[in-house]
């Protein structure tokens, strides 16, 4: 019997609620690891998880029978259980509305990981605002400006 094969490569992004530095890096790896945990138990491919104080790379192999959506709302909510569970900051964790998903090809997993991977020393040179506007330029994505994240223009 022919059976379907598939590998869709998705960059997502998405950043905490009012774009508070909260991920702090004494428990950042642990939540980073926790959501690959939530990728591959719904079955999909976690390739890296990575980010800084305010908004988080994943890089997933998504099979088709998942929508992004339907990953995307698992992995937020459950990591915002798991910070508020651990009390990793005061008061209510939770993660801005919306995210980022971007699509790769097989050749670009390498580089792709490799940008992820360096997400600390990348942002010493380039905003999330810029990073993300450059993804929307780059991928050819119209968007309105209001329905964007909260910047924080510092």
């Not at 690891?33 to 890089?59: E, S």
């Amino acid at each position: 019997m022919a059976g379907t094969y598939s590998q869709i490569y998705i960059q997502i992004v998405f950043a905490v609620k009012g774009r508070e530095n909260l991920l702090a890096k004494p428990w950042r790896d642990e939540l980073f690891k926790y959501m690959a945990g939530i990728v591959k138990g719904k079955g999909q491919k976690p390739i890296i998880v990575n980010g800084v104080a305010d908004h988080v790379h994943l890089f997933v192999g998504l099979k088709p029978a998942m929508s992004i959506a339907e990953l995307v709302r698992d992995v937020k909510s459950n990591s915002t259980n798991f910070i508020n569970q651990q009390k990793y900051v005061k008061g209510m964790f939770s993660w801005q509305d919306g995210y980022g998903a971007f699509s790769c090809a097989h050749s670009q997993i390498d580089s792709v990981y490799q940008y992820i991977l360096n997400q600390e020393e990348h942002h010493t040179r380039k905003t999330f605002k810029e990073e993300y506007l450059d993804f929307l330029k780059h991928f050819d994505i119209e968007y309105e400006e209001k329905y964007l994240f909260d910047w924080l223009d510092l």
